[in-house]
T-cell receptor
Framework: QKEVEQNSGPLSVPEGAIASLNCTYS??????FFWYRQYSGKSPELIMF????GDKEDGRFTAQLNKASQYVSLLIRDSQPSDSATYLC?????????????FGSGTQLTVLP | DGGITQSPKYLFRKEGQNVTLSCEQN?????MYWYRQDPGQGLRLIYY???????QKGDIAEGYSVSREKKESFPLTVTSAQKNPTAFYLC?????????????FGDGTRLSIL
């Protein structure tokens, strides 16, 4: 079982729709959760981070965290073609005796004009 | 402007050669990291450092070495022992480490074998 799991996609949504990206993780003690956007050939760019259960909104982006179910999701409202990218979920997992940020393999999102 | 600068953008390595990738940050961050990304994969941690003159191995440290002599700088050497070095290398930093603060990335270095 992967420690941080995302659907690889590709996920396609029409322009203006809501895109929903999901991420599950294996460590019940994880406390920090991050979403990054990565355009093809570029480095990851931080979109949002969330530490507490519930929703956190920033513009068109909403992060949702449910620690009991061990999943975190990212909603993108009013999707635009410029949102087409790979979205990486990152979670602070216990590795040996220390926590480190562990990345999922990403979900590729395509927003169709 | 504050940020993380990686150089070079592209690097080619000959068989048996060591190469060094540069990473400099002016964000006054304590923690710095090196990741490797292969096509279609997530990021894998190579090394990280939380303070000057101290660093820890990540998941895939074999064939790599680092130093942290200054807070601003965290160079990565890909040694000849790394038999499959072709990848996209990403340097990141955060205010504190190793896992609770957001990490911010440089533009990356693409390494290929000649």
């Amino acid at each position: 079982q992967k420690e941080v799991e995302q659907n690889s996609g590709p996920l396609s949504v029409p322009e203006g729709a809501i895109a929903s990206l999901n991420c599950t993780y294996s460590d019940r003690g994880s406390q920090s959760f991050f979403w990054y956007r990565q355009y093809s050939g570029k480095s990851p760019e931080l979109i949002m981070f969330i530490y507490s259960n519930g929703d956190k909104e920033d513009g068109r982006f909403t992060a949702q965290l449910n620690k009991a179910s061990q999943y975190v999701s990212l909603l993108i409202r009013d999707s635009q073609p410029s949102d087409s990218a790979t979205y990486l979920c990152a979670v602070n997992l216990l590795s040996g005796s220390a926590r480190q940020l562990t990345f999922g393999s990403g979900t590729q999102l395509t927003v169709l004009p | 402007d504050g940020g993380i600068t990686q150089s070079p953008k592209y690097l080619f390595r000959k068989e048996g050669q060591n190469v060094t990738l540069s990473c400099e940050q002016n964000l006054n961050h304590d923690a710095m990291y090196w990741y490797r990304q292969d096509p279609g994969q997530g990021l894998r941690l190579i090394y990280y450092s939380q303070i000057v003159n101290d660093f820890q191995k990540g998941d895939i440290a074999e064939g790599y070495s680092v130093s942290r002599e200054k807070k601003e700088s965290f160079p990565l050497t890909v040694t000849s022992a790394q038999k499959n070095p072709t990848a996209f290398y990403l340097c990141a930093s955060s205010m504190q480490g190793p896992a609770n603060q957001p990490q911010h990335f440089g533009d990356g270095t693409r390494l290929s074998i000649l």
